[in-house]
């Protein structure tokens, strides 16, 4: 079946919680904190190729999301980004925004590519958070949308 025109939402995800953490070894009873940040949310890519020539693969598909970010860890140990998700569509295709009607890309050479979204950034531990008034922060940043 030939489809050229289709309505999909793309989402970019958020990104992952700092972590509230607190050193504790033998000999340094008293570490301080030690939570990391959480690690980016995915991006959206759109890339064009001329392997396609039909839209009817997001037939089904209205909603295509990247992954979220990991939440952050102790012991240096940042959460890992989401995974990008790329979004394949034909060459020649016209991407418009369904609310106002702009036109966002014109995909009309081979191998381009748009990025549409751009995912959250991760929160940041409490390990950023202290300062000579505030020693021990108990508390850290979630991560953005």
Known sequence: MFIDETNITLKAWK????????????????GGPYGWDGGNGGNVYL????????????????ILRAKNGEKGGIKDMHGANGEDLIVKIPVGTIVTD???????????RE???FPICQGGRGGFG???????TRQAPDFAEMGDV
């Open 126 to 132: 409490n390990a950023h958070f202290p300062s000579s």
């Open 15 to 30: 990104g992952g919680d700092g972590m509230v953490a607190w050193r504790r070894e033998k000999c340094i009873p008293n």
């Open 47 to 62: 890339h064009a190729t001329s392997n396609m020539n039909t839209l009817s693969d997001f037939r089904h598909a209205r």
């Open 98 to 108: 369904v609310d106002t009607g702009e036109v966002l890309a014109d995909l009309s």
């Open 111 to 113: 191998w381009e590519v």
